[in-house]
C-alpha cells in the first residue's frame, strides 16, 4: 500500500511537471521575442524593394502587371516583344520573356496578371537604368526588382499579393 508521504510527493511531482511543461514554452516564446537570434530576419517577406509610399502610374488597367520599367528621359517606345526570346547583345533571355515565364509559372491564377512595360523618369530606389515592377490593379507600382532578381522571388512575391488580394 501507497503512504501518505509518498502519495504527497508524487503530487507535488505531477504539480511540478505541470508547471514546467507551462512556463517552459512561455519562457522560449519571452526569449525569441526579446532576444532574437542574429541569422533568424522577421522583417521582411519580399524579394523585392516594397515602395512606401507607392507610385501612382496614369496608365489604365484592372489587373496586376509584371512590367519592365525604364528610367531615363529618352526611353520612348516599348522594348522587344516576348517572342524575341533573347536580347540581341547577350544569350541572357529577354526581361520580356523571362516576365512571359514567371506569369505562366502562376498556373491558374497567370489570368489575373498580364505583362507591360512602364517608362519612368526618376525612381529614387534604384540607379538601374531597367528594373522589372509590380504594379496593383489600382494602378500603384508597389515593387521593384533589381536586374540581378531571381525569377523565383518575384514568382513568390507574385503568388503572396495574388493569395491575400482578390483584385484584379
Known sequence: PMTTNSSAQSAWFTLIIIFVCALVPMALAFGLYFWPPKNL??????HGQLLSPPIQLEQTGTKWQLVQITLGSECQQAPESASAGTNS????PSLAYTHAQIIKALGREAHRVSPGYVCLTDLPTSNHPVLTGIIDPNNQLIMTYEPDATKRGILLDLK???KYNKLG
Open 160 to 162: 503572396r499579393l495574388l
Open 89 to 92: 547583345d547577350s544569350s541572357e
Open 41 to 46: 530576419t522577421l522583417d521582411t517577406m519580399h
